[in-house]
């Protein structure tokens, strides 16, 4: 990976890490003006507060386990792929796990210029059952 992509990365992952703090103000520091954050429902958000306030009231609490990254260097830019699982409670304290998600950063000079979020969430609030139709089929 080139010096330019290890920066870029890092941004990212300052970013994930003050977001599931939640710390949007400290997240904040590594967007660029102009940041668009492309939510799942294709809500979109100019600021970092905005995910944070939409995962306020979707979630009792949320965190991510970050699988891997996925970074693909770019001439000026760099586009960086986090995959892996959500954890945490629903809103009536129910736990949940293994909530796939994939989140996609477009990065320039370690400032993130826009981010794409997309899991399992919708899925699994409007038919719960979702969560488990695969662990049925595993165990059988």
């Known amino acids: 990976m080139n010096q330019q992509s290890e920066r870029d990365l890092s941004a ?3 970013y994930l890490d003050a977001t599931m703090a939640p710390d949007p103000q400290r997240a904040a520091k590594v967007v660029a003006p102009g940041f668009v954050c492309r939510f799942t429902g294709n809500r979109k958000f100019d600021a970092p507060d905005g995910p944070t306030g939409f995962n306020a009231a979707r979630y009792k ?6 699988e891997r990254y996925d970074v693909v260097p770019g001439d000026r830019q760099t586009i960086i792929y986090s995959l892996g699982y959500l954890y945490g409670e ?10 796939r998600y994939v989140d996609r950063f477009v990065v320039q000079d370690g400032l993130i210029l826009e981010t794409d979020v997309w899991n399992d969430s919708a899925e699994w609030i409007l038919d719960p059952d979702c969560a488990t139709a695969g662990q049925s089929r595993a165990a059988e």
């Open 12 to 14: 990212v992952k300052e």
């Open 90 to 99: 629903w809103p009536d304290g129910t736990a949940f796990d293994n909530n």
């Open 61 to 66: 609490w949320v965190k991510k386990r970050i």
